[in-house]
């Protein structure tokens, strides 16, 4: 029987990837290949056109304020529609800080207002306040219980979920979506938003398996060996001090 092959599309990695973004594919890589899972990866950025039933899994990073404000219009223009038909065909749709910020419907930079892909129901604005700096985990649930999620986050951005939306996962330690209502991140249907980076699949390989389950519609045998990824994950929780 052949092994089913994991399609990813890396959106605009060339722009969204600060914070080492970019380990996150290389971790999704990694824990395919090691499990003898075919792994094949597509980048789509500026002016490309996108296909929503080309790829399982569709990963966008977090980048600088000039980049996200290039990357707002053009997913708006070129990307919005296959996004959409992403998520209504089961897609895994993984979106780390910035590009968490433009799943939603908009993201008030100052003055100037990005479109969001109106992928989910939220909002964030730029508050006038101190940036939501540190180390920070969560407590999430993807199917199987309750997990705990580490990493970093860095954002002047304040998002605001609508009332029909759920979190990715209750904050624990850190600032989470906003700094005050206890929520980290979103979770709709196989949409996940977050803002940690750090980054984010590397300190927590049991969510990248299990992105891998979704995208696949397939059940995972845990890897031996995996006691570096356990040891990473115990020290993002350590410097949350969760």
Request: aromatic share 4%; net charge negative; proline share 5%.
């Amino acid at each position: 029987m052949t092994s089913p092959t994991l399609r990813v599309c890396a959106l605009y990695p060339e722009l969204m990837n600060i914070y080492a973004d970019r380990g996150n594919i290389a971790v999704l890589r990694a824990r395919c290949e090691w499990r003898g899972l075919g792994f094949e990866l597509a980048p789509s950025s500026l002016g490309d056109p996108l296909d929503g039933a080309a790829h399982d899994l569709f990963y966008i990073g977090g980048g600088q304020d000039r980049d996200q404000v290039a990357v707002a219009a053009d997913m708006a223009q070129t990307k919005r529609g296959a996004l959409h038909v992403a998520r209504e065909r089961g897609a895994v749709v993984l979106a780390v800080c910035g590009g968490y910020q433009l799943l939603g419907h908009s993201y008030q930079l100052g003055e100037k207002e990005l479109p969001g892909v109106g992928l989910v129901d939220l909002r964030t604005v730029r508050a006038d306040g101190p940036r939501l700096i540190g180390n920070c985990a969560i407590e999430a649930d993807l199917g199987g219980g309750p997990r705990i999620v580490a990493g970093f986050e860095n954002h002047g951005g304040r998002t605001h979920l609508g009332p029909g939306e759920r979190p990715l996962g209750r904050v624990l330690a850190g600032h989470g979506n906003n700094g005050e209502d206890g929520f980290e991140g979103v979770h709709a249907d196989n949409v996940i938003g977050t803002y940690l980076h750090g980054p984010l699949l590397p300190k927590n390989v049991w969510l990248a398996d299990r992105l891998i389950e979704l995208a696949l519609g397939v059940e995972l045998e845990p890897l031996a060996g995996d006691e570096v990824e356990a040891a990473a994950h115990a020290s993002a929780r350590r410097a949350a001090g969760a």
